[in-house]
């Protein structure tokens, strides 16, 4: 149980072009789903978080009209990286946690590698 | 969330215990230690926690001080599979909407041959 699943698992684009990176938990409803990045060699930076049917929680630093996050639903959070320069080339990595007690916990995704060209 | 302290690197020979230290000085009394290890290229995976009494499970064995200040994650029989970025987090229970997992740098144990 408590698999999260991202797609796709890699992606490049062109610059100035839009990304949608998919969060999808398998089996299991999650309320609240976080969005990282990850940069070579350095740790999970958390971007934000969401809960289901609300507005994403953005941490500081993080432009919230560059990467838009939709949580519509139980089971699936968008990151719609919007206009992407090579600077946004990175990891992204979602988790999400569930309301009941087996999922209380934040279980990870495989993440998505974006190359911006 | 409390601040932790881990070395930036570790050997461990293949079949021997790896050791991971860390410390985290300014725990507070609701709050966990948890580890999870993040494997080149892939998602963060959760290990254990513990609040103060040590924990085992398949993965792995925690072990938190006393005056849990500090804890140590042993890998009992460490595989080259256990290659990875290690990290330690101190935090309340994840019982709240709003909890999140914020992570240092963690350690990045090489298991050798």
């Known amino acids: 149980g408590a698999v999260v699943s991202q797609h796709p698992s890699w992606v490049i684009c062109k610059s100035g072009t839009s990304v949608k990176i998919e969060c999808r938990s398998l089996d299991f409803q999650a309320t609240t789903m976080f969005w990282y990045r990850q940069f070579p060699k350095q740790s999970l930076m958390l971007m934000a978080t969401s809960n289901e049917g609300s507005k994403a929680t953005y941490e500081q630093g993080v432009e919230k009209d560059k990467f838009l996050i939709n949580h519509a639903s139980l089971t699936l959070s968008t990151l719609t990286v919007t206009s992407a320069h090579p600077e946004d080339s990175s990891f992204y990595i979602c988790?999400?946690?569930?309301?009941?007690?087996?999922?209380?916990?934040?279980?990870f995704g495989p993440g998505t590698r974006l190359t911006v060209l | 969330d409390a601040k932790t302290t881990q070395p930036t690197s570790m050997d461990c020979a293949e079949g021997r215990a790896a050791n991971l230290p860390c410390n985290h000085s300014t725990i507070s009394g609701n709050e966990y230690v948890y580890w999870y290890r993040q494997i080149h290229s892939q998602g963060p995976q959760y290990i254990i926690h513990?609040?103060?009494n040590n924990e085992t499970n398949e993965m792995a064995s925690l072990i938190i001080t006393e005056d849990r200040k500090s804890s140590t994650l042993i890998l009992p029989h460490a595989t080259l599979r256990d290659t990875a970025v290690y990290y330690c987090?101190?935090?309340?229970?994840?019982?709240?909407?709003?909890?999140?997992?914020?992570f240092g740098p963690g350690t990045s144990l090489s298991v050798i041959p």
């Open positions: 513990g609040l103060k």
């Open positions: 988790s999400a946690k569930g309301r009941d007690r087996r999922y209380n916990e934040q279980f």
């Open positions: 987090i101190v935090r309340a229970s994840m019982k709240t909407s709003y909890d999140k997992v914020i």
